[in-house]
């Protein structure tokens, strides 16, 4: 891995919040092992190695029923080490892949049967290289013939340019970490009410109300970045999900420790309502309806 790669927290606390049944980490990743599942050679980060087995172990360890695993940049357009987690999670798993704009009917048709129910546009520039707008929307007009959605990852500065781009899109869009937001600007600068009316306006937009280790200014416990997940969560209550972001690649700063993330939950879904549909019923309903 890169020499300022930091790896995964080794021994997570236990959280002290017990998320209910069903519930759903929507947001995290598997690399590798390397040896059977090679990084991109286009790779912008090289990441170490956070095997299926480790990520199934986490998941029962915070307490949850299901994940949502998403393909990550350093795996490219190689869904494999995806495809394979998704085959061994069987029901308890979904995923979102990135594909090639070339990709065969029939290749996205198995993704379909190993449990893919998305796909994800990557426009953070320091991850990945540009590619023309026209290209994802032929990918999109494809998806949404599966049934599938699209996950865009994107960073507040990049939203008032992308927007005539996103509102095109044919499918639901679920964007990554709340946009991405500056919360040292506050919940009423006008990158994050941008973000806000967005999702207002176009009501095929979700969100993830995830990454506070990503976002924070202030460090753990990310008590900053509790207002805008709140906010999110208060009023788009039927369209927001929650992840891990494990084994959270490319923190430089510090690793997290996932059961602080999940104790977090009960922060920014301020009852029993919000919670339950925040971690069990809205991912059930996008990704297992």
């Known amino acids: 891995m890169d020499p300022d790669y930091l790896p995964f927290h080794p021994n997570p606390r236990k959280p002290a919040y017990t998320p209910p049944a069903g519930a ?9 092992p390397v040896e059977t599942f090679p990084y991109a050679p286009e790779r912008k980060y090289t990441p170490c190695d956070a095997p299926k087995e480790k990520l199934f172990a986490l998941r029962d360890y915070l307490g949850f029923e299901r994940n949502v695993i998403v393909q990550a940049s350093c795996h490219g357009k190689d869904n494999a080490a995806l495809v394979d987690a998704l085959k061994t999670a069987g029901d308890r798993a979904r995923g979102v892949a990135v594909v090639r704009p070339d990709i065969e009917d029939s ?19 320091r991850l990945v290289d540009a590619t023309p707008k026209e290209v994802f929307l032929g990918i999109a007009d494809r998806i949404a013939k599966l049934g599938w959605h699209i996950v865009v990852y994107f960073e507040a500065p990049d939203l008032e340019e992308l927007i005539p781009f996103l509102t095109q899109l044919p499918t639901t869009v679920v964007v990554d970490h709340m946009g991405r937001p500056d919360v040292t600007k506050g919940t009423d600068h006008p990158d994050f009410q941008r973000f ?8 095929n937009f979700w969100t993830k109300v995830s990454c506070p280790e990503r976002l924070t200014a202030a460090g753990p416990d990310y008590d900053d970045v509790v207002p805008f997940a709140r906010t999110l969560v208060d ?21 997290p420790d996932d059961g602080l993330l999940v104790d977090m939950i009960p922060k920014i879904a301020t009852d029993n309502q919000k919670r339950q549909a925040l971690i069990v019923g809205n991912p059930e309903r996008l990704y297992w309806g």
């Open 24 to 32: 759903v980490d929507a947001h995290c990743h598997v690399f590798g």
């Open 235 to 255: 009023t788009f209550t039927d369209r927001v999900l929650w992840g891990t972001d494990w084994p959270h690649p490319n923190m430089k700063s510090h690793m």
């Open 107 to 125: 290749e996205l048709a198995e993704m379909h049967d190993a449990g893919v129910r998305a796909v994800r546009f990557n426009f953070v520039k």
């Open 196 to 203: 806000v009316t967005l999702l207002r306006e176009h009501d």
